[in-house]
């Protein structure tokens, strides 16, 4: 099983970025988003069943996520709106192989994608 985040960069506050981990080798039931910013512990940010139909979100980033799939192909997104300082971390896209209300215990994890945002 492999997951390849991409997508992290440098964007003023106010703004946009998308960020995608193409996953293979393996059959998901749940993937989601988490990160860690300097100093701190990681933190979840968003998941999804695989599916589409279960969705969860932390709560500081509601109404500015979102988090979602191709449905051509295994790529999975977390497009990121009105972004904020404080949004600023080291993205890492996870999955797992069934949905679950706990947000620990995933068996699959990708590279960190780094995502700053100046005010």
């Known amino acids: 099983v492999q997951l390849q985040a991409s997508g992290g960069g440098w964007v003023q506050a106010g703004g946009s970025l998308r960020l995608s981990c193409v996953a293979s080798?393996?059959?998901?039931?749940?993937y989601a988003w988490f990160r860690q910013a300097p100093g701190k512990e990681r933190e979840f940010v968003a998941a999804?069943?695989?599916?589409?139909?279960?969705?969860d979100y932390t709560d500081s980033v509601k109404g500015r996520f979102t988090i979602g799939r191709s449905n051509r192909d295994n790529t999975l997104y977390l497009q990121m709106t009105s972004l904020k300082p404080d949004d600023t971390a080291l993205y890492y896209c996870?999955?797992?192989?069934?949905?679950?209300?706990?947000?620990?215990?995933?068996?699959?994890w990708g590279q960190g994608t780094l995502v700053t945002v100046s005010s």
């Open positions: 996870a999955a797992r192989t069934r949905w679950a209300q706990q947000r620990n215990d995933y068996a699959y």
């Open positions: 080798g393996g059959t998901f039931g749940e």
């Open positions: 999804s069943s695989w599916r589409g139909d279960k969705k």
